[in-house]
């Protein structure tokens, strides 16, 4: 696929083999191919950095230093657009990382505030780890998650998968 990929696509193919290799267990190989997507990025353009961030932060977890990986997100929501899908992305993550580092507070405020300041973020896998925090976080799950219900009914389309919210 390199041999045919256009140029600028590069990068981006390059990190696609190293999440691979991360999924596969292959931390050594995973490193290799997000190196060589940086050697490729521009590291000036911020949608460039901010896939370099992601990636170094894919590597971190893969290594299990949460604390590293949650650095590389709060850099990288420096960087994007407020509202935009790596926004949502970048947040997600940062609270995941926070309840790996033992705080699971600032993770549920994270997501929360991700959920309910724009409905758009009403998505599947933010209110799945939101769900899991407020299990986590306290007796008052359920009630947590059928506030989380109301919104899905609210805001999302019929095609939500409401076992998301693990009710």
């Known amino acids: 696929l390199l041999k045919i990929e ?8 390059l990190s696609c083999y190293g999440r691979l290799y991360l999924q596969i267990g292959s931390l ?34 893969g290594q299990g230093d ?5 650095t590389s997100y709060e850099a ?33 405020q994270i997501l929360e505030s991700s959920v309910t300041s724009d409905p758009a973020n009403v998505q599947g896998n933010p209110m799945l780890n939101l769900c899991t925090l407020y299990e986590l976080e306290s007796s008052y799950a359920l009630q947590k998650k059928i506030g989380m219900l109301g919104m899905v009914s609210l805001h999302s389309p019929d095609s939500f998968q409401t076992h998301s919210l693990k009710l």
């Open 6 to 13: 256009k140029e600028e696509r590069k990068a981006s193919l």
């Open 28 to 61: 050594t190989k995973a490193e290799i191919y997000f190196k060589k997507a940086t050697n490729l990025r521009n590291l000036d353009n911020a949608q460039e950095k901010i896939e370099d961030l992601l990636d170094a932060a894919a590597l971190d977890i």
């Open 66 to 70: 949460y604390a590293s990986a949650l």
């Open 76 to 108: 990288g929501l420096k960087l994007c657009e407020a509202g935009s899908k790596q926004e949502k992305l970048l947040k997600n993550n940062e609270a995941v990382c926070l309840l790996y580092l033992g705080r699971l507070k600032e993770g549920v």
